[in-house]
């Protein structure tokens, strides 16, 4: 029944207005807004629905995950934006917050959140 829906994913935030300006002028993402949601277009067509939640509650999980193909680049650009990556307890990173995995043992991975706490990352595989 649903195998051929073009299925979407979202998540919440505490203020739409701060969401769209991170995800515009720092992320350099296309985000339209419609009554009241945002929605951003990402590569290859994928979409990702953003909404207001009072209450909101920031999830102890990655909600987005963005590949680059280098992640040393794309790490420097977003520090450069005034991105701050975060660290977490038994993960070593780098002095840039990348983890570095191992050749075929994982990605090089840096996460950063939003205005809202929503946990990102840029990775490589």
Do not use: C
């Amino acid at each position: 029944m649903l195998s051929d829906s073009e299925a979407f994913s979202g998540f919440a935030v505490s203020d739409p207005a701060a969401a769209k300006a991170f995800y515009t002028d720092v992320l350099g993402l296309r985000v339209t807004e419609e009554n009241g949601l945002l929605t951003l277009h990402l590569g290859g067509g994928t979409t990702v629905l953003v909404y207001p939640k009072p209450d909101f509650t920031p999830a102890s999980f990655t909600v987005l995950n963005f590949p680059v193909a280098d992640i040393d680049a794309a790490v420097d650009d977003l520090i450069a934006r005034g991105v701050t990556f975060q660290r977490y307890p038994g993960l070593e990173a780098d002095d840039k917050g990348v983890m570095r995995a191992p050749a075929g043992q994982g990605p090089q991975i840096a996460w950063f959140t939003d205005p809202a706490g929503n946990i990102f990352s840029v990775l490589q595989t």
